[in-house]
Each structure stands twice: as C-alpha cells, then as structure tokens.
C-alpha cells in the first residue's frame, strides 16, 4: 500500500484521514496528528498537552461556567427556599458546578482545551466568591477560605476538563490488544 493511500486516524476526534497530512493536522478537527511520513510527531509524553489557548472556547467556558453558577449557586435558593447556598454552603456548591462545567466544556471542544475552563472558572470565581461572602449571614466563613475554596475549585475545573477530554479521546487501545 502506497504512503499516499493511508488512512490515519486522529487521536482527538477518531476522523480517518487520508495520508499524508498537510502540516501534519487532522482535517476534521485541526489537531496535529502523527502521520509516519516524517511529518509531525506525536510524542507520547505530549499526547495530552495543550498546544494553544483557543479564545473562542474561552468565551464559550465563561459563558458555560457564569450560566451554571448563576443558575445552581445563585439562582436555585431563589427559587426553592429550601435550599440556602449562602457563605461556605454556596462555595461547597460552586466547586462540583465548576468542575462539571470544565467536563463540560472539555467534552463539547475539538482538540485539547484544559487551560480554557480553568481561567473561565478563575474569572468566575472572583465575583462569586465576593457575593457569597458579602452575603453570608449564619454560615460564615472567613475571606482566606473564600480563596482557598476558589482555588480549589479551579483546581477540581482542570480535573473535570482533563476528565471531559478523555471522554471525548475514548480509552487508550493499543495495537497489542
């Protein structure tokens, strides 16, 4: 079989490419994909490594994130009294919301976009931690933890976009197997 009529299948969105490659990218997604014709190497230490910052998807995770956080941490307790996320209640909330929101974006994104969630969820944070505790009546916690929950949300933001990549990637299936 000539090197002109191999297909090659990208390990991002599993799209057959007919080889060789132009610029070594995949046609349906854009992800550089190793063609063995000497054209762009994979390495498998950088499989899963951002190559760039997209700033549409930026936009696209802020909007996912300020949505999600408006609705479930802001909006829900207006809606339904019985549920009070103010103070440390409502940053134990924005946590799971932001993560699943990275998931989110990380499943819906062509490509690898982990840092795109996590500087959207870093945005949101700010003002939602602010509003929590200007809010805070009984559950009160002091301004440090704000902080420290924000960063842990944002931390627990890359895990469910990491997460929401290798959904969409689908296991690891070597030749072997």
Not at 7 to 26: A, D, W
Not at 68 to 96: C, K, N, R
């Amino acid at each position: 079989m000539s090197e002109a009529n191999t297909m090659i299948v990208c390990p991002s969105c599993g799209f057959q490419n007919k080889g060789p490659l132009t610029n070594g990218r995949c046609v349906s997604c854009g992800v550089r994909v190793d063609d063995g014709v000497g054209g762009v190497t994979l390495h498998e230490g950088s499989r899963y490594q951002q190559q760039t910052f997209n700033l549409a998807w930026f936009g696209i995770a802020i909007g996912i994130m300020v949505v999600l956080t408006g609705a479930i941490v802001l909006g829900l307790p207006a809606v339904v009294p019985l549920f009070d996320f103010e103070g440390y209640a409502g940053m134990m909330m924005a946590i799971p919301v932001w993560a699943m929101g990275g998931c989110l974006v990380g499943l819906i994104s062509p490509g690898r976009t982990f840092m795109e969630p996590v500087a959207a969820a870093f945005l949101v944070a700010i003002p939602t931690a602010f509003i929590l505790f200007s809010g805070q009546t009984v559950k009160t916690m002091p301004v440090f933890m704000y902080v420290l929950f924000s960063a842990l949300g944002v931390l627990f933001t890359l895990i469910g976009s990491y997460v929401g990549e290798r959904i969409q990637v689908g296991p690891d299936v070597t030749p072997g197997d």
